[in-house]
């Protein structure tokens, strides 16, 4: 298991197939990434990402624990970067390996549901006109964690 | 112990760290002396619907206790992935 909190860039594709190499006995290996979107179509600027440093890790690591103890998985892989980002840049990923890729797939949204609303990160969006505003958490985020 | 600010609850109240000295017994407790020092404050704290709190770095709620706790940090609704 690794988890990673960074202000650097990481390199998806490099860490898929780092994640994915030499595994022999999983048949499934499952990502996902998340992206800056630039949903004011040309008006956002940069992505500001504020995290609890002391706490963090642990969040993202029990987080992490709790999908091992629910789904039968051969490692989990998550990157959350913090600090400030642009449209298209990646923000976080996480991959998880299983023998079957229903545990990898359902894993995998188990951590993005639980790292959206349970992990202390905060965004806040810089528009190109110069305003900037803390995005709100929404319902439907919390919403879906009732499903697990 | 140290009180931590984080996100709008930071820029609202100024600063993002500080050691406060309490007889309070519950983060609630905490929160109605806080809010009880100045109005950047009571401003912060107006709806604690909107706020979570994590009490040395676990997320819990406002009626967990603060006895023996180094650090109890407040923020919004977390915004990750």
């Known amino acids: 298991m690794r988890i990673i909190v960074q202000d650097a860039p990481f390199d998806f594709g490099q860490e898929a197939e780092t994640f994915a190499n030499g595994r022999h006995d999983m048949g499934a290996i499952v990502t996902f990434t998340g992206v800056v979107r630039d949903f004011r179509g040309g008006g956002l600027n940069a992505m500001e990402i504020e995290h609890y440093p002391g706490m963090t890790q642990k969040a993202l690591e029990k987080i992490a624990e709790e ?30 390996a299983a023998p079957h890729r229903k545990d990898a797939f359902e894993a995998a949204e188990y951590l993005m549901d639980y790292l959206k609303s349970r992990a202390p990160f905060w965004k806040k969006e810089h528009s190109t006109g110069g305003e900037a505003g803390w995005v709100a958490a929404k319902d439907e985020d919390e919403d879906a964690l009732t499903r697990w | 112990m140290d009180v931590l600010y984080f996100a709008w609850v930071r820029e609202r109240i100024g600063l993002p760290k500080e050691k406060v000295t309490t007889d309070a017994a519950t983060v609630a407790e905490l929160v109605a002396e806080l809010r009880a020092r100045e109005e950047r404050y009571d401003l912060a704290f107006s709806d604690p619907a909107a ?29 990750g992935g």
């Open chain 1, 67 to 96: 999908a091992r103890c629910r789904w039968s998985l051969g490692d989990v892989l998550v990157i959350h970067r913090y600090g400030q980002m642009t449209p298209g840049e990646k923000i976080m990923m996480v991959a998880t």
């Open chain 2, 51 to 79: 706020l979570r709190v994590a009490v040395d770095q676990e997320l819990t709620d406002f009626d967990a206790s603060i006895r023996n706790a180094r650090e109890v940090a407040f923020f919004p609704p977390m915004t």
